[in-house]
């Protein structure tokens, strides 16, 4: 079963612009977490966010969790041509420590 | 440099045969996952493992084997049994214990049954 959907399932943007993925998730979580895969390889851990947080920042990335709508938005600021991959939230839902549940991701885009 | 190494990176089967992929981590950490991923689509759990001699059926274990018999060691075995095995598989690592629970991936490995 897959936890997650990412809204939408592909963006396209213009280097510079910003890039806002929404993730929904349908059970009570630890935590949520964003991942990246560029095509054809593993994917990258890029930020948790605990379920007691509401924003989280870490460089041009920035995570917000809505717990009370299960939703969690990434938002990539000053987007590049290499942030072109796909975006997978992830949960880790109560009572499964360490058992990750992915949604089926956001390919972006980010053209020149 | 530590990491997970998964091999082959693409792996082509005759339907009927047995094969079997490699997951190897130096990271020194108590859990492993295998994930599939098919075209387009978001990652599924086979099995997990969060102790040698121990693993535990995912999403969709049906058709999969798996053995723990090292902590770096976490092998899958994708059966005959079966029924649509192309597709990308990852694993994955993670420490137990803490409240991180972030996943390091390897670069997976492409099946293909022809």
């Known amino acids: 079963s897959q936890q997650g959907e990412e809204d939408p399932q592909a963006l396209s943007i213009q280097e510079g612009e910003n890039a806002t993925m929404n993730c929904s998730y349908k059970?009570?979580?630890?935590?949520l977490q964003w991942y990246r895969q560029n095509s054809g390889r593993g994917l990258v851990h890029l930020i948790l966010?605990?379920?007691?947080?509401r924003e989280k920042h870490s460089g041009r990335l920035r995570v917000t969790l809505d717990t009370s709508k299960k939703s969690s938005s990434l938002l990539i600021t000053a987007s590049r041509a290499a942030d072109t991959a796909s975006y997978f939230c992830?949960?880790?839902?109560?009572?499964?420590?360490?058992?990750?549940?992915f949604g089926t991701g956001t390919r972006l885009q980010v053209t020149l | 440099d530590g990491g997970i190494t998964q091999s082959p990176k693409y792996l082509f089967r005759k339907e009927g045969q047995n094969v079997t992929l490699s997951c190897e981590q130096n990271?020194?950490?108590?859990?492993m996952y295998w994930y599939r991923q098919d075209p387009g689509q978001g990652l599924r759990l086979i099995y997990y493992?969060?102790?040698?001699?121990?693993?535990q059926k995912g999403d969709i274990a049906e058709g999969y084997s798996v053995s723990r018999e090292k902590k770096e060691s976490f092998p899958l075995t994708v059966t005959s049994a079966q029924k649509n095995p192309t597709a990308f598989y990852l694993c994955?690592?993670?420490?137990?214990?803490?409240?991180?629970?972030?996943?390091?991936f390897g670069e997976g490995s492409r099946l293909t049954v022809l």
């Open positions: 992830a949960t880790e839902n109560t009572g499964t420590a360490s058992k990750l549940t």
């Open positions: 966010i605990r379920s007691n947080e």
């Open positions: 493992s969060q102790i040698v001699n121990d693993f």
């Open positions: 994955a690592s993670s420490i137990i214990g803490v409240r991180n629970g972030e996943l390091f």
């Open positions: 059970t009570s979580i630890n935590n």
């Open positions: 990271l020194n950490h108590d859990a």
